[in-house]
Structure formats: structure tokens, C-alpha cells
């Protein structure tokens, strides 16, 4: 499967807001699910966001529900996950990942996804909050 990429840290006041993408030069409407996921040093890798072959098949950590939304643009070819009301806690390095094969239930793919070794990840965009 092609590979996908982040963009779209950067650095925001406690209450700001950021974009990220998640974007590939194939066809992101092959990926049967899609998620981002972030880490800080010292953490295991946890997963935020994920969205699968269906708009309305989303799931959500319960620390960004609310705040956080995840949306596809299949002629763009990239996954979205807009932020607001940003904290310090949500400071991480953000991933994302993706299956273009058949996946289970978004939650389990999600608590699979998040142990994969550093290998499979990509290098991430920062996201920085100040309070």
C-alpha cells in the first residue's frame, strides 16, 4: 500500500487549534480504515482518531471527544483530523496509519494498531501547546 504521510503540526496557545493531513499518492478511498494516533517520550503510543471505509464508521478517544474530528477527502486523497480547544496534555508527536485490507471493529484495529512496532510508523508531526 502506498504510503501515508502527516502534516500540519505546529505550535498553539491552550485553546487554539491546529489541522493535521494525512495524505498518500494513492487513493486514500482504498484504505479500509485510516487513524491517528500520538505519543510523547516516555508513553506507549495511543491512538486518537480513526476513520473507517464509511463517514459515518468513526471512533474517538474519550480525551478528544468533542474537540477532536477526523473527516476524509477521497479527491484530495487525504485524511483530516481538526483540533480544537487545545491542552498541554494533547502535545504529542501525531501519526497516522492506515489498512487497505478488510479490518475489525475501528476500537480493536485501533488498540492493534498502537502497539506496532517503531518500524511501521512514519516520522509524525509535532503539535506543541503552550498553556
Known amino acids: 500500500q502506498a504510503q501515508l504521510v502527516e502534516s500540519g503540526g505546529g505550535s498553539v496557545h491552550t485553546g487554539g487549534s491546529l489541522t493535521l493531513s494525512c495524505s498518500t499518492s494513492?487513493?486514500?478511498?482504498?484504505?479500509?480504515?485510516v487513524g491517528w494516533f500520538r505519543r510523547v517520550p516516555g508513553k506507549g503510543r495511543e491512538g486518537v482518531a480513526c476513520?473507517?471505509?464509511?463517514?459515518?464508521?468513526?471512533w474517538y478517544a474519550d480525551s478528544v471527544k468533542g474537540r477532536f474530528s477526523i473527516s476524509r477527502d477521497n479527491a484530495r486523497n487525504t485524511v483530516f483530523l481538526t483540533m480544537d480547544n487545545l491542552k498541554p496534555e494533547d502535545a504529542a508527536v501525531y501519526y497516522c496509519?492506515?489498512?487497505?485490507?478488510?479490518?475489525?471493529?475501528?476500537?480493536?484495529?485501533?488498540?492493534?494498531?498502537?502497539?506496532?512496532?517503531?518500524?511501521?510508523w512514519g516520522q509524525g508531526t509535532q503539535v506543541t501547546v503552550s498553556s
Open positions: 476513520i473507517g471505509s464509511s463517514d459515518g464508521d468513526k
Open positions: 494513492g487513493k486514500i478511498s482504498d484504505y479500509y480504515a
Open positions: 496509519a492506515g489498512d487497505s485490507s478488510p479490518v475489525p471493529p475501528l476500537t480493536m484495529w485501533v488498540s492493534a494498531r498502537s502497539r506496532a512496532g517503531e518500524y511501521y
